[in-house]
């Protein structure tokens, strides 16, 4: 079936730090790529979403880009802040448009001041 | 206006007791899911209504009971609580197309005791 494997974290930046979470999925045909992101006590948020090969998702200085040849959907941002603190969620939409999200497992990141 | 919206927020009970968790969205949206977080964060899928209609179902077992009354509501009761039960739920909705992200509720935080 399909599945999403994300970076195990936790993940600890200082402020300005360049940030990269690796996700990577296995999926029949190409579902839609998501980033939520979930802060302390809170639901989810979507942060970026990338519906087909090569489109590049971004929102907030976060970026990911859909890589069919790698299978990958890796976040990236060039200078985190304190704010950027939270769990972040890749995630697929499972078959088709009434699908539930595939998520992979969190990746926790701290930012220090 | 609240667009996921979720009763109660916290719920604390004892083992072997019978609880409602309430689910409401605004957004018009077709497609209605129960998703459950684990203690490390985990998110997996439990339950998906499109238009009243139970669509997904996956290994959940039988003391979870969804009930949708209307497209706008998904509710979720559960019996007889396990101490395992202990999570936060969360619930979502979405418009009916492949490329639209989930939009999602606050979460209910369980604790069987």
């Known amino acids: 079936g399909n599945s999403v494997t994300q970076m195990e974290g936790p993940v600890t930046l200082s402020e300005e730090a360049f940030l990269t979470i690796n996700c990577t999925y296995t999926?029949?045909?190409?579902?839609?790529l998501f980033w939520y992101v979930q802060y302390p006590g809170e639901g989810l948020q979507l942060l970026l979403k990338a519906t087909k090969a090569d489109d590049k998702g971004s929102n907030k200085g976060f970026e990911a880009t859909y890589r069919k040849e790698t299978t990958s959907f890796h976040l990236e941002k060039g200078s985190v802040q304190v704010s950027d603190s939270a769990v972040y969620f890749c995630?697929?939409?499972?078959?088709?448009?009434?699908?539930?999200?595939?998520f992979g497992k969190g990746t926790k990141l701290s930012v220090k001041p | 206006d609240t667009a996921v919206s979720q009763t109660p927020k916290y719920l604390v009970t004892q083992m072997g007791n019978d609880k409602s968790i309430k689910c409401e969205q605004n957004?018009?949206?077709?497609?209605m899911y129960w998703y459950k977080q684990d203690s490390k964060k985990f998110l997996k899928i439990m339950f998906s209504?499109?238009?009243?209609?139970?669509?997904i179902n996956e290994t959940v077992p039988n003391r979870f009971s969804p009930k949708s009354p209307d497209k706008a509501h998904l509710n979720l009761h559960i019996n007889s609580l396990e101490l395992g039960d202990s999570a936060v739920y969360f619930c979502a909705s979405s418009p009916g197309n492949m490329a639209n992200e989930q939009f999602f509720g606050p979460g209910t935080r369980l604790t069987v005791l």
């Open positions: 209504y499109n238009n009243k209609e139970l669509i």
């Open positions: 999926a029949t045909g190409y579902p839609s």
């Open positions: 957004l018009g949206h077709d497609t």
């Open positions: 995630a697929l939409r499972n078959g088709g448009s009434q699908g539930n999200l595939i």
